[in-house]
T-cell receptor
Framework: AQSVTQPDIHITVSEGASLELRCNYSYGATPYLFWYVQSPGQGLQLLLKYFSGDTLVQGIKGFEAEFKRSQSSFNLRKPSVHWSDAAEYFCAVGAGGTALIFGKGTTLSVSS | EPEVTQTPSHQVTQMGQEVILRCVPISNHLYFYWYRQILGQKVEFLVSFYNNEISEKSEIFDDQFSVERPDGSNFTLKIRSTKLEDSAMYFC????????????FGDGTRLSIL
């Protein structure tokens, strides 16, 4: 069955430091991959998506993610974190149907 | 930017009662979805809807649940005879197409069953 694993439940990063959030997926064919962000009391906002082609994809708010088929990973990165980036981040995979399968999420805290 | 809107933002209901959660998807989108997120757990797919029919549903979406597009703009989730374990955040989403598409989410309805 398709699944998404986000190994880190909670990460704290200093403001201005770089960020990498990990995501591993399990799916037999080429996956469609997404990162969403959820601020408190808000819905899920799409940060970026990977369908095919260039394995490094750019998203909104300065985020990028790299698809590595050999590692079944789709890690999210940002070179310099801002306090407003504090939120919960969800990795999701589209596994051939209409449903998105989500990971459990990583909560990002930003320290000053 | 167009967005998905959900009402109400918070619904409190007695166990055993019926509840209807409402959503207005983005106007030119053709696929509509419901997801739920139990506190502290992952976002789970419930159902997708296209052309006035259920396209796909999960094991969670049993006979207690139903969806409807009563008019050209609204999309509803009905939960009959609510149980305590139905307490969760319910998200509506929509997309232009169906398979493997980015979905645009509303802010959710927090459902509390007493």
């Amino acid at each position: 069955a398709q699944s998404v694993t986000q190994p880190d439940i909670h990460i704290t990063v200093s403001e201005g430091a770089s960020l990498e959030l990990r995501c591993n997926y399990s799916y037999g064919a080429t996956p469609y991959l997404f990162w969403y962000v959820q601020s408190p009391g808000q819905g899920l906002q799409l940060l970026l998506k990977y369908f095919s082609g260039d394995t490094l994809v750019q998203g909104i708010k300065g985020f990028e993610a790299e698809f590595k088929r050999s590692q079944s990973s789709f890690n999210l990165r940002k070179p310099s974190v801002h306090w407003s980036d504090a939120a919960e981040y969800f990795c999701a995979v589209g596994a051939g149907g209409t449903a998105l399968i989500f990971g459990k999420g990583t909560t990002l805290s930003v320290s000053s | 930017e167009p967005e998905v809107t959900q009402t109400p933002s918070h619904q409190v209901t007695q166990m055993g009662q019926e509840v209807i959660l409402r959503c207005v998807p983005i106007s030119n989108h053709l696929y509509f979805y419901w997801y739920r997120q139990i506190l502290g757990q992952k976002v789970e797919f419930l159902v997708s809807f296209y052309n006035n029919e259920i396209s796909e549903k999960s094991e969670i979406f049993d006979d207690q649940f139903s969806v409807e597009r009563p008019d050209g703009s609204n999309f509803t989730l009905k939960i009959r005879s609510t149980k305590l374990e139905d307490s969760a955040m319910y998200f509506c989403a929509s997309s232009e197409q169906g398979t493997n598409q980015p979905q645009h989410f509303g802010d959710g309805t927090r459902l509390s069953i007493l």
